[in-house]
Structure formats: C-alpha cells, structure tokens
C-alpha cells in the first residue's frame, strides 16, 4: 500500500484542479528534499508540508548552500514559512504561501439536546491519541462517544511494519475504554463519506502541524472543533474551535480537554451554535476551497514560468 496522507492527498487534487500541461513545466517535489532528482530541463518547485524539525529536512536546510537549488519553495501556512525564515534564512524573494484546500462539502448533523454526541479524531497516534483517551475516561457525560480513525497504515506498509508494534499498546487502549470506538485505518474516502454523522471534531494534538487536512474537512462539513493552539492549527482553524491551551504535561491537558468537551457538548443545542456553525462552513467553502485555491497556484506557476522565461 501507498503512503496516503495528508501530502500525497494535496498533490492529488493539485493535479486534478490545475492544468496539466501547465505542471508538466514543473517539477514538485513534496517535503523531503531532493526525493525526486532535480530536472535541469524544469522549474523546480518544493512544496513543504513537513515541520521545520523533522529529520527528513531540517539537515539539508541547515546547508544553505543547498538553498538556490529550488526555483521556489511553496509553503502551506504562514506559520510554516515563518518557521523556515527564521530557522534556516530561506531567501524570502523564492518563497510563497499557499494554503491546504479541501473538496467536499456536505451538510451537517444538526445536533437536537438529549441526543448522542458523536465526536471523531482523525490523524496519527504520535499527534495527541493518548491525550484524547485521557480525557476520554474523565468524561461522565454517557451520551458521550468518540470514533477513532487512527493507524500508522496511512503512510503505507513499510511504514506500518516498521511502527505498528511502537502504538500497538495505545490502540489497545482504545479499544478497551467504553467510549471509545477504535475504528483504526479507514481511507479517506470513506471518513468524508461518513463525516456528516458526527458533531464534533476532537485533536488535543501534541505534534507541530505546519497545517491540518483533516481539521479543514471536519470545520468544512460542519463539525464543531475543539483543538490545542499548537503549531499552525490556531492559523487553519482560525477564529471557529474552542481552543485548548497546549501545555507538555499531557495528563494536566487531557483534564483540560475533558473539560472542554463537557462544556461544549451543552452548547451544541443552542441557536447561536447552529449560526456559528453555518458560518463557519461557509468560510471554509469560500476560503479553503479546491476550486477557488487552483486559481492560485495557476497564476502562480503562470509567473514563475514568465519570469523564468
């Protein structure tokens, strides 16, 4: 199996939205530097999803003689490329932010009072899974469960042979807490298949997302959030979640996020969360849109061609 994460899903529909024979004067390379040879005959894009201070980079970026090797470096959040500036004194003239972008809005599950909160955590274990089962066993509210999609099957099976055991405790975890549905992998087709049956989005996540596709799909769908203000979460999630102060002690953040769920689960019923909620899946399918973000990246590769013509 392929690795089918986050990176690989926005060079999909990259390729889907803009014109091809457009990108065939490129060439993009995703994150890791240098994975794919660079082309003497292209422009050379790399497209950086990764964090600052992941192996698989921050080496080569330490190197500033390998800087001009890029035409351009695309970052996917501002907080992403102000991380690169200030480690590693990227050039800043090569440098562009243009943002993750989802394609799939659907309506939502409008949350009546009395009813079962379903609640869903989609990403990796390392990114907060053993706080979310924290805080999962100090909630008392019974009409409160969670849906866990999580596996290290998603960057694919090398990945996976070599990790699983690592997490294979944790999922266990999950699987014995009476709150908790541990589903493991699922692709991503079929979580946005399903993504309208649940109310709210929980990721009390402890790793620096440079952004969050899952978090734009969950807040696009109509899903209320309640994530930690850690890394670029607070610039994608913008002003719609409840956030949680992040904090290292995670046994003291999983009681804070205990405490958020409770609190907001009375809320869900209210009038004002309903418009809160219309409004917030109105900016995503304005701002975080596929169709509307391959304007950019057009004209954006439409200039980097003049200009290197």
């Given at each position: 199996m392929k690795p089918i994460g986050g990176t690989e899903l926005q060079y999909n529909l990259l390729y889907k939205y803009v014109d091809n024979k457009l990108l065939n004067n490129f060439q993009i390379t995703t994150s890791v530097p240098e994975k794919e040879?660079?082309?003497?005959?292209?422009?050379?894009?790399?497209?950086?999803?990764?964090?600052y201070d992941q192996p698989n980079v921050a080496p080569w970026m330490k190197d500033k003689s390998n800087h001009?090797?890029?035409?351009?470096?695309?970052?996917?959040?501002h907080w992403c490329a102000e991380k690169y500036r200030m480690v590693f004194k990227l050039p800043a003239h090569k440098c562009t932010v243009i943002k993750n972008a989802v394609d799939q809005f659907h309506g939502r599950?409008?949350?009546?009072?009395?009813?079962?909160?379903?609640?869903?955590f989609t990403s990796t274990p390392w990114r907060g899974l053993n706080v979310l089962l924290g805080a999962m066993q100090l909630i008392k509210n019974p009409l409160i469960t969670c849906?866990?999609?999580?596996?290290?099957?998603?960057?694919?099976?090398?990945f996976d042979e070599a990790h699983k055991d690592l997490y294979e405790p944790l999922f266990e975890q999950a699987r014995q807490i009476k709150n908790v549905?541990?589903?493991?992998?699922?692709?991503?087709?079929?979580?946005?298949?399903?993504?309208?049956?649940?109310?709210?989005y929980v990721y009390p996540n402890i790793w620096e997302e440079t952004s969050c596709i899952s978090a734009i799909e969950a807040l696009a769908n109509g899903l209320y959030?309640?994530?930690t203000n850690y890394g670029a979460l607070y610039e994608t999630c913008s002003e719609?979640?409840?956030?949680?102060?992040?904090?290292?002690?995670?046994k003291m953040l999983a009681q804070h996020f205990a405490y958020a769920i409770e609190g907001i689960v009375n809320q869900l019923h209210e009038p004002g969360m309903q418009e809160l909620l219309t409004s917030q899946q109105k900016f995503y399918e304005k701002f975080y849109n596929w169709k509307n973000r391959s304007h950019e990246w057009t004209n954006f590769l439409t200039g980097a061609s003049n200009a290197k013509s």
């Open positions: 040879p660079l082309s003497k005959n292209k422009i050379n894009i790399l497209w950086i999803q990764n964090s001009d090797k890029y035409d351009w470096y695309v970052f996917n959040s599950a409008v949350y009546q009072k009395g009813q079962p909160v379903k609640m869903l849906d866990v999609y999580s596996s290290t099957q998603i960057y694919g099976s090398t549905n541990y589903l493991g992998f699922a692709s991503n087709e079929t979580i946005l298949k399903n993504i309208t049956n649940y109310h709210l959030g309640i994530v719609w979640p409840l956030y949680v102060q992040y904090q290292s002690d995670y």
